[in-house]
């Protein structure tokens, strides 16, 4: 697996790649890596036009190897666009559960591709912020980012 560090406005990110594809984005990446590959190379450049401000949707080459449920539940967290929202319930019946909001929010929580695949996006039926797998300051910073009002 090829692997590069890219410096973000959220932090260090870890961007794994496998086979032309990223599989795996990490927050917190330690280390000065800077392996070089096609996928990796779009994937950093679509990145930081995201945080610029420039760029609402990624066109990387991308790869999700999660089954099941949490599977439906991040491919259908795909379709959530920019500066829009969606509670764990609404994702949960956007995956074919409605009464599964507990299982959509594992699977944001395993999230193996965050802001790709946007789980920031998801939040409590009531507005507020709800859980992440980062750190909750980071998604602040992303619906910040994308103009999303938060409720505290």
């Not at 929202?85 to 074919?96: H, N």
């Not at 965050?114 to 980062?134: M, T």
Request: glycine share 12%.
């Amino acid at each position: 697996m090829k692997k590069r560090v890219l410096e973000s406005p959220v932090g260090p990110l870890g961007l794994y790649e496998e086979e032309g594809k990223i599989v795996l984005i990490t927050f917190s990446e330690s280390g000065e890596e800077r392996e070089e590959s096609p996928a990796l190379l779009q994937a950093e450049k679509e990145l930081k036009e995201y945080f610029r401000g420039e760029r609402k949707r990624f066109t990387f080459p991308w790869s999700l190897s999660v089954p099941g449920f949490e599977g439906k539940c991040l491919r259908a967290l795909t379709s959530v666009p920019f500066g829009k929202t969606v509670s764990y319930g609404e994702l949960a019946a956007m995956a074919g559960s409605p009464r599964g909001a507990r299982a959509a929010g594992n699977a944001v929580h395993k999230n193996p591709l965050p802001i790709l695949i946007p789980c920031h996006r998801v939040i409590l039926g009531d507005g507020r912020l709800g859980g992440f797998g980062g750190e909750p300051e980071i998604k602040k910073a992303l619906l910040r980012l994308e103009g999303v009002r938060i409720r505290e």
